[in-house]
């Protein structure tokens, strides 16, 4: 099943990519990447892509970006809803990124699943570690940022509105505004990570707890305090 869509129109040619990419392994499947290169290929015009992707496979990233990046015409690349993971590399191939101010990016340490005795778990750390250096290259080449930056927002699993984006050079512009330039001391979109999140639920519910221990043994919808911090205790 393919997760791209191209739509013909006068000002060029409008390519999707919604949902999850390359729902089999893209890298065992020698079918989808040649027909998504004839696809390209079959016209020189502007391509505006719009990605609405949780992200998936990053090699599928990986080829779909290289492509994108050969390719002759100019290719505008806009993030209606959100751009994960893998999608997050697609989204670095474009002349110019652009996000709707309702939009989400996100970028993070790739993962895979590794089976084996201790040798295999080592080749897999060092497979892993050479795959973020990989992504790190597309990051670093929109952005500008140092590679360790990057690194680190990798490693905290960063989110990132369409404002915050713009600031850290993650996309060029957020859509349907009237500057293209960032405004000076913009500090408004948002930027998180995980341990951030977790780290404020635990709080939250610790300020509650304490605030009345003795009566309020539940949250409003009955389940213990209890429960909720061992299971915040887990994500951190």
């Known amino acids: ?118 040798a295999d778990m080592k080749r897999g750390i060092e497979m892993l570690s050479e795959v973020k250096e990989s992504i790190i290259n597309a990051y670093e080449a929109k952005t500008g940022l140092s590679r360790k930056e990057i690194s680190q927002m990798m490693d905290r699993e960063t989110w990132m509105s369409a404002n915050k984006a713009q600031v850290m050079g993650f996309c060029d512009k957020v859509l349907y505004t009237e500057n293209e330039a960032v405004p000076e001391g913009l500090m408004n979109g948002f930027m998180f990570d995980k341990a951030t999140v977790t780290n404020n639920f635990m709080g939250k519910f610790q300020k509650m707890k304490k605030k009345d221990e003795a009566q309020i043994k539940v949250v409003p919808d009955g389940t213990p305090y209890d429960y909720l911090t061992k299971r915040l205790d887990l994500l951190k």
């Open 1 to 118: 099943m393919k997760f791209w869509n191209w739509i013909k129109n006068e000002d060029g040619r409008t390519l999707y990519l919604d949902g999850y990419i390359a729902q089999e392994s893209w890298f065992e499947d020698e079918v989808s990447p040649k027909e998504f290169r004839f696809e390209l290929e079959t016209a020189k015009d502007d391509i505006t892509l719009w990605i609405n992707s949780p992200g998936g496979d990053c090699f599928a990233a990986s080829q779909i970006y290289t492509m994108l990046k050969e390719y002759t015409g100019k290719v505008s690349v806009k993030i209606d809803g959100i751009a994960a993971s893998a999608a997050s590399v697609i989204a670095m191939s474009g002349d110019e990124v652009l996000m709707s101010p309702t939009s989400i990016l996100m970028i993070h340490n790739p993962s895979t699943i590794i089976w084996g005795e201790e």
